[in-house]
């Protein structure tokens, strides 16, 4: 399993509460990275993972100079990859139903337009760093060990944030007491107090 399919899985799994099947084969030599079922919402999803490092969708030049589709275009994940008989026929044996959402994980997004183009065919597009993030934010939350590599790594950045912010809290405590200290020497009021206290170089206003 590809470790961006493993992200995706638990993404779903602990942020949207979904059970997951991943890698589903399909006919045709095709294949599935992700689908979610939410149980209680009876909601469907089928996520496809496209995170090669440097690489965004294509919307701006969909065609090969032999006229064929460039395989980091939109329309390449809507027919090859969701739209496709035997994606689709896969996918209504597990969920018995058409009406199923679709979602594109990506390396990154660097033109608000590739959201509204993906819309437009049915797809969601997500960056894996989004997906990462809110798998971080459900770890805050539930606060508690995990034996699963993913899940682990994700929990160590986790700590490292709260770390950062206890150390940026501490620092700014440290520059506001030095600050307050050198105001105290030099007489001014209390930083932060409303009241100020006029004082002239040359000493006492008459």
């Given at each position: 399993m590809e470790p961006e399919v493993h992200v995706v899985e638990r993404w779903l799994q602990f942020s949207h509460q979904c059970l997951t099947a991943t890698n589903v084969k399909a006919e045709g030599r095709r294949e599935i990275d992700v689908l979610g079922y939410n149980p209680r919402s009876k909601k469907g999803v089928h996520v496809e993972c496209s995170c090669k490092v440097g690489h965004f969708i294509n919307i701006r030049k969909p065609f090969?100079?032999?006229?064929?589709?460039?395989?980091?275009?939109?329309?390449?994940?809507?027919?090859?990859?969701?739209?496709?008989?035997?994606?689709?026929?896969?996918?209504?044996?597990?969920?018995?139903?058409?009406?199923?959402?679709?979602?594109?994980?990506?390396?990154?997004?660097?033109?608000?337009?590739?959201?509204y183009a993906a819309s437009q065919l049915g797809i969601q597009l997500k960056s894996i760093y989004e997906v990462m993030d809110e798998v971080r934010q459900a770890i805050r939350i539930q606060r508690r060990g995990h034996r699963d590599d993913v899940l682990r790594i994700l929990e160590f950045l986790v700590k490292d944030d709260e770390i950062l912010e206890k150390w940026e809290a501490q620092m700014q405590d440290d520059v506001m007491a030095t600050m307050q200290a050198q105001s105290d020497a030099l007489g001014f009021e209390k930083i932060g107090s409303h009241s100020s206290r006029n004082v002239s170089r040359k000493g006492s206003a008459p």
């Open positions: 090969t100079h032999n006229g064929k589709v460039y395989q980091n275009e939109l329309r390449y994940f809507l027919t090859e990859k969701f739209a496709h008989p035997d994606v689709e026929k896969t996918v209504y044996q597990f969920f018995g139903t058409t009406n199923y959402s679709r979602t594109l994980v990506v390396w990154g997004i660097s033109d608000p337009e590739e959201n």
